[in-house]
């Protein structure tokens, strides 16, 4: 199975428009691929690829429980805690946690020399499985409101998805180059990256190549909107060697059909070709995965 992540250093570049048409067209051309949506605190892909809902599995992850009966209030949990989610007051013998501050290192639990913290947990959000008929072509993963990190529902739709004999499997990934962005393309044998020709989509899209080049991942450019910015954005790959494999034009009849839930490579036979040619410079570096 070939992973590939379509990625970007900020968002609306267009990393959702990338990811459903190239499924489009992989379809179309009778390839088996599949899609997860990793933008966990904004999942959009469904709205494009409409599916029935197949199964929804909780993502849960370590919260401690706090046993009164065997805490002598001394503090050790509160100290290892980097992230202040635990308040303790041994003169008053008082202690609270902070569900929400968690971050489930497990250090209070490991550290509590009287096993007065127990292993519990806490849900965080949910991965969603969606088809047509017996086949599920998307996993979408979903951040529960107040939740902290998307990392752990990241990781739960991206284990599931992999078991599925998928030739092509397109990883929808999440704005930005924090942890959120890292645990999406750490596995992945290939990355696209979407950007736009603006002072902002040059300078984050800097960002986002640093990162991929610390991690050792083949990447390439496509450059959305390509008319509406400068040049300044494709000197730069030139003058770094960076490969630009597509450069999509703006269109205002797209952006409706956008904006209608339906794919531009199903109305617009230019955005067609472009995606099909963007899906052959995937099929090179098949057989090259993990």
Known sequence: MLKVAIASGKGGTGKTFVTTNLYRVMKAAGRLVGVVDCDAEVPNAGLFLK???????????????????????CGECASVCHFHAITCIPALRYLKILPDGCHSCEGCSRFCPFGALSAGTKRVGEVTAYGDGDAVFLYEARL????????????????????????????????????????TVKDADLVILVTEPTPFGLSDLKHTIMVLQ?????????????????????????????????????????????????????????????????????????????
């Open 214 to 290: 610390q991690l050792h991942k083949p990447f390439g450019v496509v450059v959305n909107r390509a008319d509406l910015g400068d040049e300044k954005l494709q000197q730069y790959l030139a003058e770094e060697g960076i490969p630009l494999w597509a450069v999509l034009p703006y269109d205002p009849s797209v952006a409706v059909t956008y904006s209608k839930g339906a794919l531009a490579v199903d109305h617009h036979a230019s955005f067609c070709h472009q995606f099909e040619c963007l899906m052959q410079k995937v099929g090179d570096y098949e057989g090259c995965s993990h």
């Open 51 to 73: 599916g029935q809902r197949k199964a929804t599995w909780p993502v849960e992850v370590f919260c401690p429980v706090f046993d009164a009966d065997r805490c002598t209030y």
């Open 144 to 183: 529960q409101e107040g939740a902290h990190s998307p990392v752990p529902v990241i990781r739960e739709a991206i284990r599931r998805a992999v078991t599925a004999n998928w030739e092509i499997l397109l990883l929808d990934a999440p704005p930005g180059c924090a942890c959120p962005f890292v645990h």
